[in-house]
């Protein structure tokens, strides 16, 4: 338990910090209308935010039901909770916030502009880390 415990944080920290840096850090991307910088944040918010899937297969090995003396199950709330979050991040990531970057660094290069692309960008981006930041304090306290 504890070596899956210990693998699920460090994959946490090296695949799912990249996804919530990678979208804030891009906003200053988008600020100066730097294509190559947007392009490469779109790239890394996609592998990362498909990268995390390792994280989530982690801490679906932890949960086990009760027999197992895990201590940890599908029916405890904070589970299903932080896996509809997951899930909600994940589609966020891979489906709003690594394409809007790379819709920003194609108009970028195309001199079109940008600016419908700043909110969805920041809001998009902003969520993710929110909805991350609920799992974390649903992990911590297990409500």
């Not at 919530?20 to 592998?47: K, N």
């Amino acid at each position: 338990m504890r070596v899956l415990l210990t693998l699920h944080i460090v994959a946490a920290i090296f695949l799912v910090g990249p996804v919530i840096a990678s979208g804030m850090t891009g906003l200053r991307a988008l600020r100066m209308g730097d294509a190559a910088g947007a392009r490469f944040i779109a790239r890394m918010t996609t592998v990362y935010g498909w990268s995390s899937l390792l994280v989530a297969l982690l801490g679906a090995a932890m949960v086990q039901g009760r027999e197992h003396a895990w201590h940890f199950s599908y029916a405890d709330n904070w589970i299903r909770a932080s896996v509809v979050l997951y899930l909600v991040a994940l589609v966020l990531s891979v489906g709003v916030v690594g394409p809007t970057f790379s819709e920003a660094a194609r108009r970028i290069d195309a001199d079109e502009a940008i600016s419908g692309l700043r909110p969805r960008a920041a809001i998009s981006a902003g969520s993710v880390g929110l909805l991350y930041l609920a799992i974390i304090v649903l992990m911590v306290f297990r409500p």
